[in-house]
């Protein structure tokens, strides 16, 4: 009986050759699970190329082989062909979006570590490798002057680059200080002196004006203590509100997160107002929201067991706006995602998600801020799209009004 049951699992194993595990989210839930599935619209029996989707190794031009001996690699490349043709699917069914049916067949590239140079495709292999990270790369031509051995052109491309433990501290390095921690410290010295010299003065007034003070010097000295202590809290709660430095040690393998592979592609829907050439909170903020209508999670970019530990963005987060916000060191923040959120509650999931798609088109991508120029699109678009203008644009106004705009 055991060999009987043994032989059915192998026979369904090899008869199903091309089904493939892939990681999903269910429910509500931001765990991960895996699950076998068939991929659609496969041009090949035997490698990763279909009509949208060709996925490749690194610089090669060759789609990889299902029986390629790194399995690892395999799994990756299934999971992003899945879950782009997801993200494919939903933007044409759900958002009635059709510009992905006129894109030629897509290259994703694997494991890349180079950069993207604008005159040679990619930069030389030493310089600079890239990891933890996923970006979409603008269609482009070497330009006359390149010797025409080194000719190249491309179209669009999502890279994926590989995973790499590093320690947070380096990161900090690389990346500069968090710049809200840098603003609060500039701020603390000035504000301990303050405090200290309050104290002092209450002090004074205690030790020789007694009869002349109404509180005591207890409540004087522990509110100014309270204080300090707060500032100190502060300083160090703002290094934890940059997901990167929450953890010792950060890796983000962004092929074998959904959410990252949906971002991606909607930079490339969006590139045709928001280039992809330039990540501000406003173009980045743009991609986070569709990624995150695709996931219907109540946060995105949760982790994933043994490929990443990066914290989650929350769509529902309401903190109140902030000029620091438009400050592009800021543009991995989920401040824009939520400010786009707040619009789909007060318009309705179907109008909010084509006011914001149809605003792109009022966006300049290098200038563009958010509390000017992306509040004002939304508006605009509005009193073109939303059924009850005026009163939509009202109920907007209220709705920025009390995120701090
Ligand atoms: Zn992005």
């Avoid at 990443?308 to 989920?334: I, V």
Wanted: proline content about 5%; overall charge neutral; charged content about 25%.
């Amino acid at each position: 009986m055991k060999y009987f049951i043994l032989g059915i699992l192998f026979i369904s194993h090899f008869s199903n050759a091309e089904e493939f595990k892939v990681i999903e989210r269910r429910d509500n839930s931001t765990k991960t699970y895996y699950k076998q599935v068939k991929l659609k619209d496969l041009l090949s029996a035997t490698h990763f190329e279909g009509k949208y989707f060709k996925i490749v190794y690194k610089k090669s031009n060759e789609p990889i082989a299902f029986n390629d001996p790194d399995q690892d690699l395999v799994q990756k490349a299934a999971n992003v062909y899945y879950h782009l043709s997801n993200a494919k699917d939903s933007w044409i069914n759900s958002l009635q979006v059709h510009t992905p049916e006129t894109y030629p067949q897509l290259t994703i590239r694997m494991e890349i570590t180079n950069t993207f140079s604008e005159l040679g495709h990619f930069s030389h292999d030493n310089l600079n490798p890239q990891y933890n990270n996923a970006l979409s790369i603008p269609a482009g031509e070497t330009p006359e002057w390149v010797p025409v051995e080194k000719y190249d052109r491309w179209g669009k491309e999502i890279w994926f680059r590989p995973k790499k433990v590093v320690s947070t501290k380096e990161l900090e390095n690389d990346l500069g200080p968090n710049p809200v921690s840098v603003a609060l410290k500039q701020m603390q010295a000035p504000f301990i002196n303050y405090t200290i010299n309050r104290f002092n003065h209450s002090l004074i007034n205690h030790l020789f004006y007694a009869d002349q003070v109404t509180s005591s010097l207890r409540a004087d000295f522990t509110r100014f203590i309270g204080t300090i202590a707060l500032s100190y809290f502060v300083v160090d709660a703002s290094r934890r509100l940059d997901p990167l430095f929450m953890e010792k040690w950060f890796y983000l393998d962004t092929s074998m997160v959904p959410e990252v592979i949906y971002h991606e592609y909607a930079h490339l829907i969006l590139s045709d107002y928001l280039e992809m050439s330039h990540s501000t909170p406003v173009v980045e903020g743009y991609a986070d929201y569709f990624a995150a209508i695709m996931s219907e999670k109540k946060v995105v970019y949760a982790k994933v067991p043994g490929h990443s530990n990066a914290q989650p963005k929350d769509p529902h987060n309401d903190r109140f706006y902030h000029h620091m916000d438009e400050h592009k060191s800021r543009a991995t923040s989920d401040f824009v995602l939520s400010v786009l959120w707040d619009v789909r509650e007060t318009l309705g999931k179907e109008i909010g998600d084509r006011v914001i798609y149809e605003s792109r088109k009022k966006l300049n991508t290098k200038t563009a801020t958010i509390s000017h120029h992306m509040l004002k699109a939304i508006l605009e678009t509005c009193s073109e799209i939303c059924p009850s203008p005026r009163r939509d644009r009202l109920k907007l106004y209220q709705t920025f009004s009390k995120r701090g705009f």
